[in-house]
């Protein structure tokens, strides 16, 4: 086994989750730290983008961490989402920007919550506490998670810290974050290679409130009619994954990133929810949300309210 600290995102990675984890690293190194930036699963079709722009490759994959190793999570907290074998691990330090839920630890460790759009800008202000200058390839790295978590700054997770840290990050990594941005987005909606089953996990985080365990998926299209021609294998592997994971309910929402609106697809004994949740009334299992683009903040929390 390495010796090395390990850092990494949630599973089923985005960009904020592998862009933070490198971006971790290199600020440990600036601290004379030696850590690792590992990931927990498929590095998506965004953050490819990022990386090839970067010429760089993707952190090594783990599939679980042995007792006693030391971890950095960063973009998460919630066992459910991190590494198996988490319960048994050694945990140094978080840093997150999601609520707190199913996370305990035995020893005191570093923590750092802020309630940003992108755990990428709680680093940004990190480099800037410590007095750390910040280099081309980290600018870009934290410039691509903030994008992607916010939406290009569109999504109500968006905080004026974000837009403050996007907007320096931009200067120092020279590009023109609208162009960029927009390219690494649209990479990120190229889904044709993927079969159903890639497509619900390539974006999902299962939650659990009491004994009810739910899961909710996104992806991003610039047509959410393309993606519905996809419906009813969707809600075949929806059905499947309902069964084999126990869940009580399961939410796939297709998320329109031009225009802002999500269609969702929801499946499962708890669909009721939906209705409360949202005052929308499920017609062939889906809705349309207008404007609701965030799981973690519209999402999530009005159906963990309902559930
Ligand atoms: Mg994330
Ligand atoms: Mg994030
Ligand atoms: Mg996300």
């Keep these: 086994m390495e010796n090395k600290v390990f850092v990494f995102g949630h599973k089923n990675p985005d960009t904020d989750s592998i862009c933070s984890s490198m971006v971790h690293e290199i600020l440990d190194k600036k601290n004379g730290w030696e850590t690792k930036a590992v990931r927990l699963g498929n590095i998506n079709k965004e953050t490819q983008y990022v990386l090839d722009y970067l010429k760089i490759e993707a952190p090594e994959l783990i599939e679980k961490v042995e007792e006693g190793q030391e971890v950095l999570l960063v973009d998460h907290n919630e ?88 907007e320096e990050l931009e200067t120092i990594a020279g590009i023109n974050v609208n162009e960029y941005g927009l390219e690494m987005l649209k990479a990120g909606t190229d889904l044709d290679d993927f079969t159903e089953e890639e497509l619900i996990n390539i974006d999902s985080k299962v939650f659990e409130k009491e004994n009810i365990k739910y899961e909710i998926a996104q992806v991003n299209t610039v047509s959410i009619e393309d993606v519905l021609k996809r419906e009813e ?24 990133i031009l225009n802002s609106n999500s269609e969702i697809i929801a499946l499962g004994e708890k669909t009721d929810v939906i209705k409360v949740a949202f005052n929308k009334e499920l017609e062939n299992d889906k809705a349309l949300l207008e404007g609701v683009v965030s799981r973690k903040k519209q999402l999530l929390p009005n159906i963990d309210k309902n559930i």
């Design 79 to 166: 066992f459910s989402q991190s590494v198996d074998g988490i319960e048994k691990a050694k945990i140094l330090g978080v840093t997150d920007h999601h609520k707190i839920a199913n996370f305990e630890t035995s020893e005191p460790l570093y923590y750092t919550a802020k309630p940003y759009g992108c755990t990428a800008t709680i680093l940004y202000e990190e480099f800037k506490a410590l007095g750390h200058t910040i280099e081309r390839k980290e600018a870009i790295l934290m410039a691509s998670a903030i994008i992607s978590d916010t939406l290009l700054l569109k999504s109500p997770t968006t905080t004026q810290k974000d837009k403050k840290a996007l």
């Design 233 to 256: 294998k969707l809600k075949e592997v929806i059905n499947k994954t309902i069964e084999e994971k126990g869940l009580s309910l399961f939410v796939l929402a297709i998320t329109d």
